[in-house]
């Protein structure tokens, strides 16, 4: 039997608040192939995998400061060991580059990021209306406000779809503070609106927050 891993790589990008989302569909048991989607959605499955690859980019246009945060390291506001309170097993953030956006990833056993962190500008409009015409205009997303985190915070839940082998969980949580916001998104975990794990991510996302105003 055939067994395939639908996986999403969400960014929220820092220039005009663009989304990059990567697909990889496996198969295991040595044959068959792989096919890359135009959205991709984060799904928790058992079945070993062999990856491959493809993105696709959708930018906003928006009048989001010009000023970039790029002397900011993403890695620097969170420590292994508090990601590995949400992602047991994760592994040592690494910088990564993409489209010129700064993302630490925390992968997991099989190298593909469990947990990612971004700081960029902020952008005109609300966080939530960010989120919907980015994440959201792919379809399948509940986007809503949450409270208690920086000035402003959203976040964006994948919706279940048994037909296409996706549970439901976050996408992204995006929370500003002044001119910059912190997009948190978590590929490799299962984290369900108002669950305890969504308060873990709350919680990292507060503790990177902290840290981001102490670095100016």
């Known amino acids: 039997m055939r067994n395939r891993l639908s996986f999403r790589r969400t960014f929220l990008a820092p220039v005009a608040v663009a989304m990059l989302v990567s697909a990889a569909l496996a198969g295991c048991g040595g044959s068959g192939g792989s096919k890359a989607a135009a959205v991709a959605t984060t799904t928790t499955s058992a079945a070993p995998t062999t990856t491959s690859a493809a993105a696709t ?6 009048s989001a400061p010009s000023k970039a945060p790029a002397s900011t390291n993403p ?16 592994g040592h953030g690494k910088l990564d580059k993409v489209g010129g956006a700064r993302i630490c990833d925390w992968p997991d056993a099989n190298g593909i990021p469990a947990v990612q962190l971004q ?5 005109s409009s609300s966080l939530r209306a960010e989120l919907k015409n980015t994440i959201g205009a792919y ?3 509940t986007i809503s406000d949450v409270a208690g985190l920086g000035d402003e ?25 002044g001119d910059r916001v912190l997009g948190l998104t978590t590929p490799r975990v ?8 969504f308060a873990l991510v709350k919680q990292l996302a507060a503790t990177a927050l902290s840290r981001l105003k102490e670095s100016g």
């Not at 980019?57 to 928006?62: E, I, L, M, Q």
């Not at 990601?83 to 047991?88: G, H």
């Not at 700081?119 to 952008?123: F, L």
């Not at 915070?153 to 048994?162: E, T």
Request: charge should be positive.
């Open 119 to 123: 700081v960029y500008p902020a952008p």
């Open 57 to 62: 980019t959708s930018s906003a246009a928006s």
């Open 75 to 90: 890695c620097s506001l969170l420590t292994d060991a508090e990601v590995a309170k949400l992602a047991p097993g994760a």
């Open 190 to 197: 299962q984290v369900q609106q108002g669950s305890q794990q």
């Open 153 to 177: 915070a959203a976040a964006a839940f994948q919706k279940a779809d048994a037909s296409k082998g996706l549970t439901a969980g976050l996408a992204a949580l995006a929370v500003r503070s």
């Open 139 to 141: 379809g399948g997303y």
